[in-house]
C-alpha cells in the first residue's frame, strides 16, 4: 500500500504516534519537536550536521534552533500544512542516528565514546 506524502494527520493521531513510536518528540504549535541536550558546541554542530546531512538525503528540511549546549529539531510538511508521514520517517532517522551507542549494541566491536570523560562526551542521551 502506498503513503500519501501529502496526507496530514489528526492532533490526537499525531499524539499517539509520538507516544509509541518517538516518546522524546512532542507535538506542540504544529510542529513534532525534539530537543537534544550537547555536552558542548562541538556536540551540538556534530547534532545539527547529523541532522542536515539526513534532511538533505531525504529531501525535507526541518527547522533547527540550537545554542551551546542544545539542539531543538521542528518538523512539519509545509506543503501539505500539518504533520505527514514524510515527519514521522526523518524523525526516526534522526533519533536513530543522532542517538546511537555503538558501545550499548551486544556483540558490537565499535566502543562508542569513553564514558565520564567530558573531553568526548558531545551528546547527553536520554
Keep these: 500500500m502506498a503513503v500519501d506524502p501529502k496526507k496530514t494527520f489528526t492532533i490526537n493521531e499525531v499524539e499517539d504516534r509520538l507516544a509509541i513510536e518517538l516518546p522524546h518528540w512532542k507535538l506542540q504549535e504544529g510542529w513534532i519537536r525534539r530537543t537534544y541536550r550537547t555536552s558542548s558546541w562541538k556536540g551540538t554542530l556534530m547534532v545539527i550536521n547529523?541532522?542536515?546531512h539526513l534532511a538533505e538525503a531525504a529531501w525535507h528540511?526541518?527547522?533547527?534552533?540550537?545554542?551551546?549546549?542544545?539542539?531543538?529539531?521542528?518538523?512539519?510538511?509545509?506543503?501539505?500544512?500539518?504533520?505527514?508521514?514524510?515527519?514521522?520517517?526523518?524523525?526516526?532517522?534522526?533519533?536513530?542516528?543522532?542517538?546511537w551507542q555503538p558501545g550499548l549494541e551486544p556483540g558490537s566491536a565499535l566502543e562508542g565514546t569513553p564514558h565520564g570523560d567530558l573531553r568526548f562526551s558531545y551528546i547527553k542521551y536520554d
Excluded at 71 to 90: N, Y
Design 61 to 99: 528540511h526541518p527547522d533547527i534552533t540550537a545554542s551551546y549546549a542544545w539542539v531543538e529539531v521542528r518538523l512539519m510538511s509545509h506543503d501539505a500544512k500539518g504533520i505527514t508521514e514524510r515527519d514521522f520517517q526523518l524523525a526516526k532517522k534522526i533519533e536513530e542516528v543522532v542517538g
Design 50 to 52: 547529523a541532522v542536515g
